[in-house]
């Protein structure tokens, strides 16, 4: 004789129904694909990102538009870094001091040397070749 299956309560399929679609948000989140976040939406061409007065000696400007970060060392030399997080490759967003942190799991990185502060993320940000053109920082391949 088999043992006979309990049936689900309503309280488990309503809470099963709840968490479904809040769980496949995340997962679209932090995809390749979900929010036009991949490793492909670094510049591929140089870009023109803004007066080279925005990025202060020692400071850094995030450009979410194009997903780079310009940075500039207490000497005064640019660099630039992809924005795309190497750990699960989400855009990121938010620059707080000279940390950049992604919105995905966490990871941090400098945006002076492009190198993660706090993990998951275990590789360094992608550097992207900058220079300055006429007072406009110009970022990106060939640039």
């Keep these: ?38 490793a492909d939406a670094t510049p591929t061409a140089p870009v023109e990102l803004g007066a080279e007065s925005e990025v202060a000696k020692g400071g850094a400007k995030l450009y979410r538009d194009h997903n780079v970060v310009v940075s500039r060392s207490a000497d005064g030399v640019l660099k630039a870094y992809s924005t795309i997080c190497t750990h699960a490759g989400c855009a990121i967003n938010k620059l707080q001091g000279t940390t950049l942190v992604c919105p995905c799991h966490g990871s941090q990185f400098d945006a002076l040397t492009g190198k993660v502060v706090q993990s998951p993320a275990t590789e360094p940000l992608n550097e992207l070749p900058v220079k300055t053109a006429k007072g406009r920082i110009v970022a990106g391949p060939d640039a």
């Design 1 to 38: 004789m088999s043992a006979a299956r309990p049936s689900a309560s309503r309280r488990t399929v309503l809470w099963g129904a709840a968490v479904t679609p809040v769980a496949g948000l995340g997962l679209a989140a932090c995809s390749a694909s979900g929010g036009g976040s991949s």
